[in-house]
């Protein structure tokens, strides 16, 4: 299993972006989601995961409401919708893949994570 990250770009203060994870051959959206993002100079950090547990949603605090995840009707690939983008959001984003049967809970466990995308770059300009 080997994640894909695709839609990271260039956009202003203010866009949007819809980040997806994908697969080939997985139904990714029967699995354990985390997204992760790592700016220039920090820590990677967990923004948003989906449980494969319960199907629920979770979020950074300081994200809420402006990052959501969702998934293809058949579930093939899972998306990361980001709204009001800022400079502080620019970063490398990356999905991440679990099979384990676990609630997510934030902040994000890096290591409840077995399967890592590449990441996709997503710049905010001001």
């Known amino acids: 299993l080997q994640p894909v990250e695709s839609g990271g770009g260039l956009v202003q203060r203010g866009g949007s972006l819809r980040l997806s994870c994908a697969a080939p051959?997985?139904?990714?959206?029967?699995?354990?989601i985390g997204w992760f993002r790592q700016a220039p100079g920090k820590e990677r950090e967990g923004v948003a995961c989906?449980?494969?547990?319960?199907?629920?949603?979770r979020y950074l605090d300081s994200l809420r409401g402006r990052f959501s995840i969702s998934t293809d009707n058949d579930r093939s690939r899972v998306h990361l919708q980001m709204n009001s983008l800022q400079p502080e959001d620019t970063a490398v984003y990356y999905c991440?893949?679990?099979?384990?049967?676990?609630?997510?809970?934030?902040?994000?466990?890096?290591?409840?994570?077995?399967?890592w995308g590449q990441g996709t770059q997503v710049t905010v300009s001001s």
């Open positions: 991440a893949v679990t099979p384990v049967q676990a609630m997510c809970t934030m902040p994000l466990r890096e290591r409840l994570y077995d399967y």
């Open positions: 051959g997985f139904a990714l959206g029967e699995y354990g």
């Open positions: 989906l449980s494969r547990s319960d199907g629920k949603t």
